[in-house]
């Protein structure tokens, strides 16, 4: 049941990212980072923690977010935030 919440969550996060970066081949995965992406700077990266707030209907602070070292790390967030 939890893989498959965490695999919805995983596709509608993947959304986000091709919206947000304009790229609709971009597929995350959990080990991905800023780094894995040429136009995630610093702005974007908050440009994206708002779009994932709005897609998901949460509101994730600064000190968790800034503590996630990968994509796999903001999908267990999701998955613990996001009800249904």
């Known amino acids: 049941m ?3 919440k965490r695999n919805e969550i995983k596709k509608r996060l993947n ?3 091709g919206e947000v970066f304009d790229d609709e081949k971009i597929e995350i995965f959990d080990e991905m980072t ?4 040429g136009e ?5 990266h908050i440009v994206l923690v708002v779009a994932t707030e709005k897609e998901f209907k949460v509101t994730l602070n600064a000190a ?3 503590e996630l070292k990968n994509v796999g790390e903001m999908l267990d967030l999701l998955c613990e935030r996001v009800i249904g």
Do not use: H, P, Q, Y
């Open 15 to 17: 959304r986000v990212f």
């Open 34 to 37: 800023a780094k894995d992406i």
């Open 40 to 44: 995630w700077d610093s702005l974007m």
């Open 2 to 4: 939890m893989e498959a």
């Open 64 to 66: 968790e977010v800034g």
